[in-house]
C-alpha cells in the first residue's frame, strides 16, 4: 500500500473497441439519405490496420450538412417500435446528417447520402480495437484547391483524404490508422481541448 506522499500509478487506458457492438449500431445507421432521393450517393470503403489487415469489428460515424448547407438533420435514428420497444431506426423519408456504421467481417463499410452543402467533405470519426481514443478525419468527396487543411498538406498525405470516384455516384474511401509500408496512414484531426 503507498502512503499517502506518494503518487498514485495512473489508471490504465481501455480501447474504445471492439466493445461497442451491442447497442450503439442500430438499423439503416448508413440510410442519410432519403430513400429514392435522386441526387443519392455511397460512399464506402475498408478501415485497416498498421500491417495492412481489415479491421472487421470498427465502427465509424459521419456527420454532414445537407445539400442547402444546412446542419440540422431529422431526428429519429433510435425510434421504438411501439407495441415491442424494438429499435426500427429511421423512417427513409428524411435527411439526418448523421450516419453510424460498422464495418463487416472484409473490413468494410458504406453509407448512403446526398452531397454535403456548403463543405466538400463528410466528416468521419473512426472507433476501433487498439486505438485509446476515437480518431476524426474527412473524406473530400472533390479536390478543392482553396480547402485550408488540404492546402496546409503535403501532397502524398492530401492524398489520405480525397475519395476516389469509382463510377458516377459511388466514392471509395478507405481509412488507414497507420502507415503500413506502402500506404500512407489517413491524416487525423485534432482538436483543441475546451475550457477545463
Do not use: K
Amino acid at each position: 500500500m503507498s502512503s499517502p506522499t506518494e503518487p498514485l500509478a495512473p489508471t490504465p487506458s481501455q480501447t474504445v473497441g471492439p466493445f461497442y457492438g451491442f447497442a450503439l449500431p442500430f438499423a439503416g445507421g448508413g440510410d442519410m439519405a432519403p430513400t429514392g432521393d435522386p441526387g443519392t450517393i455511397t460512399l464506402h470503403g475498408n478501415v485497416y490496420d498498421g500491417a495492412g489487415a481489415p479491421i472487421p469489428d470498427a465502427l465509424l460515424e459521419f456527420w454532414q450538412p445537407g445539400p442547402g448547407g444546412s446542419r440540422a438533420g431529422a431526428p429519429g435514428s433510435l425510434r421504438r417500435d411501439q407495441v415491442d420497444g424494438t429499435i426500427i431506426g429511421r423512417t427513409g423519408l428524411d435527411f439526418t446528417g448523421f450516419g453510424r456504421v460498422g464495418t463487416d467481417a472484409d473490413g468494410h463499410y458504406a453509407v448512403r447520402t446526398v452531397p454535403p452543402g456548403g463543405v466538400p467533405y463528410i466528416s468521419v470519426c473512426v472507433f476501433a480495437r487498439g486505438l485509446l481514443h476515437h480518431l476524426f478525419t474527412r473524406a473530400y468527396l472533390t479536390d478543392p484547391g482553396a480547402d485550408p487543411l488540404l492546402a496546409s498538406l503535403p501532397p502524398d498525405r492530401r492524398a489520405t483524404l480525397l475519395t476516389t470516384l469509382e463510377r458516377d455516384g459511388v466514392h471509395r474511401f478507405d481509412i488507414r490508422l497507420q502507415h503500413d509500408g506502402t500506404h500512407e496512414e489517413t491524416v487525423f484531426l485534432a482538436f483543441p481541448a475546451g475550457p477545463a
